[in-house]
């Protein structure tokens, strides 16, 4: 049925997903970072449609992509004062690449999009099949990452197919994702930025970008809120309220099954038999043999290659007839920051 819907990049498929955008269908295309959920984001039904399909929250704002921060120019307001056209600056000089700014929206966003907030989150992305689609439509593609609401994000077009095969028109296959990790989100600050979700770009590089780096709270799941917004909200009955930093939500990206870290698991809880292992580096042979199922993301431990395959890991543990994922740690720096941010969530 729907693998039908998985097409290599081709420049005639490339075209062809174009097409289907201008359309106002959705589409699942390849980013380095995560596979999204693509729609016209200047065609309100389209990028509705977005929110159908994943069953979100309306009130979840979702990204911009463009092909560069000068066509970015006209979604966003940041010239005055200053000290923010010179944060712009700065982040721009991340792009492309997985590193997303929210900063104050100009009048031409469409409601839906920024779920009615007075800002916007934008991103170039350096996938090279994304830049060709980017080229070839002539608007910003609106993505979220493209699974079901508060599952995995997915890292290949087979995830896609899994998770939303018969809500999208077609997947566009862009091979395995290189971050294997969602974007670093970031609001500007004149005294530096805020993080409001670690990603592909560590918090080290943005301390050289910009100075000073603000950890942002995470929020609980009924948290408030900076702005009333306007738009309905199928689920909700009271007016609608943006999210604050909606990227933070405790529980975010989780398997069906329960998620533990290692130093968190108690053997005498669940028999090793019955836990599929996630390590970071490979286990000795005898060890690995005692768990259930057993999967190492790195020969050496790497952790952008631990980054890039842990959430087929997690999918791949989720599927087993085990009762319980257990998986490694790492220290919260460079990119550990964001692989420690998922896992928690996902253990949440
Ligand atoms: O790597 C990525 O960022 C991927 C690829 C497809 O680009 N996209 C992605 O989108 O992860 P999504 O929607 O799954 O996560 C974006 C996060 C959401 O948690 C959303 O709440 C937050 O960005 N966000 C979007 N607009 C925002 C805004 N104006 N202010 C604060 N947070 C915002
Ligand atoms: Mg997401």
Redesign the pocket.
């Given at each position: 049925m729907s693998s039908s819907k998985i097409k290599a990049a081709s420049n005639a498929s490339i075209a062809e997903a174009a097409r289907l955008l201008a359309d106002g269908q959705l589409v699942g295309?390849p980013?380095e970072?995560?596979?999204?959920l693509a729609a016209d984001a200047t065609n309100p039904v389209a990028v509705r449609k977005i929110f159908q399909a994943k069953g979100r929250p309306a009130n979840?704002?979702?990204?911009i992509?463009v092909d560069s921060p000068e066509s970015a120019r006209r979604w966003v307001h940041v010239d005055h004062p200053r000290w923010l056209a010179d944060q712009w600056q700065r982040a721009a000089a991340f792009w492309p690449g997985?590193l997303?700014v929210?900063v104050p929206?100009s009048a031409d966003v469409v409601d839906e999009v920024?779920?009615g907030?007075p800002?916007?989150?934008v991103?170039v992305?350096s996938h090279p099949v994304m830049r060709s689609l980017l080229a070839a439509c002539e608007f910003p593609i609106a993505?979220?990452?493209?699974n079901p609401s508060n599952y995995v994000?997915p890292t290949c077009a087979e995830h896609v197919r899994q998770g939303l095969g018969d809500e999208v028109a077609m997947i566009l296959d862009g091979g395995e994702c290189e971050?294997g990790?969602?974007?670093t989100?970031i609001?500007l600050q004149r005294d530096g930025v805020e993080l409001?979700?670690p990603?592909?770009i560590s918090v080290e590089q943005l301390q050289d970008a910009f100075g000073s780096v603000k950890l942002a709270q995470r929020a609980g799941k009924d948290d408030t809120v900076e702005s009333k917004v306007g738009n309905n909200a199928p689920e909700r009955s009271g007016p609608l309220e943006?999210?604050p930093?909606?990227?933070?939500?405790a529980k975010h990206y989780s398997p069906a099954k329960p998620l533990r870290v290692v130093a968190a698991w108690q053997a005498e809880e669940v028999d090793p038999s019955r836990v599929a292992r996630i390590v970071f580096a490979p286990l000795p042979d005898c060890e690995a043999a005692r768990f259930g199922w057993y999967r190492s993301l790195s020969r050496t431990g790497d952790l952008n290659e631990v980054a890039q395959h842990l959430f087929t890991a997690i999918r791949q543990a989720d599927a087993t007839e085990c009762s319980l994922i257990v998986i490694d740690q790492c220290d919260r720096s460079g990119i550990g920051r964001a692989i420690m941010d998922r896992i928690d969530r996902a253990s949440a």
């Open positions: 295309v980013t970072t995560v596979y999204g979840n704002p979702l990204i992509h997985p997303t929210v929206r920024t779920a907030a800002t916007v989150a991103r992305p993505a979220p990452s493209a994000s971050c990790l969602e974007s989100i609001r409001l979700r990603g592909g943006a999210m930093a909606p990227g933070m939500l």
